[in-house]
């Protein structure tokens, strides 16, 4: 039978938008624009270890701690410099100023191919549409410059929210938001546990967008589980 939905919600990073190039190359060339020079492999690695670290210790950009995400971010952005051998105090905030205004703008995000096509194909049959995603304030902007946001009643945040996915309580607050009850409403991402099982474990249907043979182990019924985005109205209303 047709799943009787009213509300679609989706996640963002690397469903809707990605990095038009990888971490350590924005910020290698950030770097040499201070005349400073990183390799991007270096930078990448260092990054990835700084933000687990910064996750571990400050969950959520340390809303419960008292930190802005503006700070968590341009802390996350001199440690990944200093793990790489840049140490100068003033170089590194301009670095991370700067590195955190560029992560606002279309010029660092691209749209995944077929994303307006499939918001556009669903606003038009009527579904309610909102985001749901492990993001900070900077998403409304992002979302605007990469002209997606008009296909949207509310983009909530995981720094909005208070809650970041897999906590049920953030696909809670986007139900609340809309007046919909979860077996009405589905939700569209590209993580196992974050996105699939935890719109799941809400009583919402959902939906895991996955490059092939990704799903493994994962128990994932086939007809969960979309190959590219242009697949999701077939299966939402066979």
Known sequence: AMLRLRLLTWDVKDTLLRL?????????????????????????????????????????????????SRQWWVDVVKQTFRLSGVHEDGVLTRLAENLYQDFC???TWEVLPGANEILSQCCK???????????????????????LRHHFEFVL?????????????????????CGVLPEQ??????????????????????????AAG????????KEHVLPSLSHLLALIEK
């Open 20 to 68: 038009r190039q990888p971490v350590g190359e924005n910020y290698s060339a950030e770097a040499r624009a201070h005349g400073v020079q990183v390799q991007p492999e270096a930078l990448s690695q260092a990054f990835h270890q700084a933000y687990k670290a910064q996750q571990k210790r400050f969950p959520n950009y340390g809303l419960r701690q008292g930190l802005s």
């Open 105 to 107: 703008s279309a010029h």
């Open 125 to 147: 049959r009527g579904f309610r549409m909102g985001v749901i995603s492990n993001f900070d304030k900077r998403l409304e902007k992002i979302l605007s410059q990469c002209n």
């Open 157 to 177: 945040t995981s720094e909005d929210a208070g809650f970041a996915k897999p906590d049920r309580r953030i696909f809670e607050k986007a139900l609340r938001l």
């Open 185 to 210: 409403a589905a939700h569209v991402g590209d993580d196992y546990l974050r996105d699939y099982r935890a719109a799941r474990e809400a009583g919402m249907h959902s939906f895991l967008l996955s």
């Open 214 to 221: 990704q799903r493994g182990e994962l128990e994932v019924p």
